[in-house]
Nanobody, 116 residues
Framework: EVQLVESGGGLVQPGGSLRLSCAAS????????MRWVRQAPGKGPEWVST????????LYADFVKRRFTVSRDNAKNTLYLQMNSLKPEDTAVYYC?????????RGQGTQVTVSS
């Protein structure tokens, strides 16, 4: 069974940092591109970042460029998102996701709240 478990969210002040993790199991993590998606209250899902299977290429939404860094450790089956210079508008539930077979798999999410 494919499982994705996010962690690392919390309450942080504007300008602060958080590091999210996503522990993967039940599939061959190292051969799949992975992505982070977020969903703010009352809004639809919003793509944040993608990292290729080998970690050699990363993509970011314009609103997180130069603030967020995606990485992965294929030996540990873990995906990361380092978030710096956080803004109140970054408040959302953050999910890791992957297209495994014909299905999109997503974790339960971790809440990030940016507020003073």
């Amino acid at each position: 069974e494919v499982q994705l478990v996010e962690s690392g969210g919390g309450l942080v002040q504007p300008g602060g940092s958080l590091r999210l993790s996503c522990a993967a199991s039940g599939f061959t993590f190292g051969i799949y591109d992975m992505r982070w998606v977020r969903q703010a209250p009352g809004k639809g899902p919003e793509w944040v970042s993608t990292i290729r299977a080998d970690g050699g290429n990363t993509l970011y939404a314009d609103f997180v460029k130069r603030r967020f860094t995606v990485s992965r450790d294929n030996a540990k089956n873990t995906l990361y998102l380092q978030m710096n210079s956080l803004k109140p508008e970054d408040t959302a539930v953050y999910y890791c996701a992957a297209d495994v077979g014909s299905e999109t798999k997503r974790g339960q999410g971790t809440q990030v709240t940016v507020s003073s």
